[in-house]
């Protein structure tokens, strides 16, 4: 498997490299994007059942103010909701809560995702928002065959 394998990783992520066109995405982008390379894993930021809970172990492609790329050894659905943490040598340095906006296989058990940073869910229902309400229009999957649930229905 390519994600467990880091020389494969990065010589595929070159080749994305080279495939990246920025005039496709002029006018569409808010925010210039640095090329990086690191690792990460994604944990679930929003979880009413008893699901798989481990974290994904993913690498970095880009980053910018509103998002990031990365890829990954599964897909992941379009407007699910993700925590993830950056990681320095093994360990935490920070994490942000994320929204899958595009997931695309690039080869067998590798796929290109595409992240846009978002506000915790927690803290949004604490601000009074449904945090399994609409991003752009569109409903947000917290997570596939799940609901919300409210701060006070968790006990």
């Known amino acids: ?8 990783l990065l010589a595929v992520l070159a080749k994305l490299e080279n495939l990246r066109d920025p005039a496709r995405c002029q006018g569409l982008r808010q925010y210039q994007r640095w090329v990086v390379r690191g690792d990460a894993t994604l944990h679930q930021a929003v979880d009413a059942g008893g699901i ?19 890829v990954c050894d599964r897909p992941l659905h379009a407007k699910s909701v993700w925590r993830i943490h950056f990681l320095h040598q093994g360990m935490t340095i920070g994490h942000q809560c994320m929204v899958v ?14 992240g ?7 803290l949004l229902s604490l601000l009074g928002g449904d945090p399994t309400a609409e991003i752009d229009g569109r409903q ?3 997570n596939p065959g ?3 649930l409210a701060p006070g229905e968790v006990a």
């Open 1 to 8: 498997m390519v994600a467990n394998d880091p020389r494969a």
């Open 52 to 70: 798989d809970r481990r974290p994904l172990a993913i690498q970095l492609r880009d980053v910018s103010w509103g998002g990031l790329g990365f």
């Open 101 to 114: 906006r595009h997931c695309r296989l690039v080869r067998d058990n590798l796929y290109l995702l595409g």
């Open 116 to 122: 846009q940073f978002c506000i915790e869910a927690g």
């Open 140 to 142: 947000v999957e917290a």
């Open 146 to 148: 799940s609901a919300f």
